[in-house]
T-cell receptor, first 113, second 109 residues
């Protein structure tokens, strides 16, 4: 069974804190993604990575950075958390190529107070 | 223009009904197409891929019309357990999956 594991289900952080969200996959997938999901807005892409140390900005990268030092791990960093970053964060991964299924982690519900 | 557009619903149907969801995409270079299902407070999971020739999986049928840049999902004989949000997803080779906002289905007895 493919597993995409996110480090936390729920997080509460204070405004201004640096926040790390970790994601690990065990299927040797080349691609990894970070999305956030908000009511009425759907899933919006923050960043994705198609290889180790490679990253591409998605639709809403402002206020976020990412790190991919190893193939199996993709970290999302909130440099200085703000209340408008309160959201559900979803990590996903898949193989490179066409028609490849993406597998999601269980999500991290982040609340910034 | 949004890249992937779906009618958000909600679609409220009785058990046994047939329901159809539609989706349009703006990028003609899109190469892969999917329907994902997301249950409340859960992560999205693949329901089915969508091919130009159309494909069927039990009560579910997906169709792709590349000329019109249109994808559809048909659910026959709806079950209570079909209640969920259905996400239309497209991507081009080498880029990330782009999701529609989802269509909510509620099946009642």
């Amino acid at each position: 069974d493919v597993k995409v594991t996110q480090s936390s289900r729920y997080l509460v952080k204070r405004t201004g804190e640096k926040v790390f969200l970790e994601c690990v996959q065990d299927m040797d997938h080349e691609n990894m993604f970070w999305y956030r999901q908000d009511p009425g807005l759907g899933l919006r892409l923050i960043y994705f990575s198609y290889d180790v140390k490679m990253k591409e900005k998605g639709d809403i990268p402002e206020g976020y950075s990412v790190s991919r030092e190893k193939k199996e791990r993709f970290s999302l960093i909130l440099e200085s958390a703000s209340t408008n970053q309160t959201s559900m964060y979803l990590c996903a991964s898949n193989y490179r190529g066409m028609n490849t299924e993406a597998f999601f982690g269980q999500g991290t519900r982040l609340t910034v107070v | 223009r949004k890249e992937v557009e779906q009618d958000p619903g909600p679609f409220n149907v009785p058990e046994g009904a047939t329901v159809a969801f539609n989706c349009t995409y703006s990028n003609s270079a899109s190469q892969s197409f999917f329907w994902y299902r997301q249950d409340c407070r859960k992560e999205p999971k693949l329901l089915m891929s969508v091919y130009s020739s159309g494909n069927e999986d039990g009560r579910f049928t997906a169709q792709l019309n590349r000329a019109s840049q249109y994808i559809s999902l048909l659910i026959r004989d709806s079950k209570l357990s079909d209640s969920a949000t259905y996400l239309c997803v497209v991507n081009q080779a080498g880029t990330a999956l782009i999701f529609g906002k989802g269509t909510t289905l509620s099946v009642s007895s």
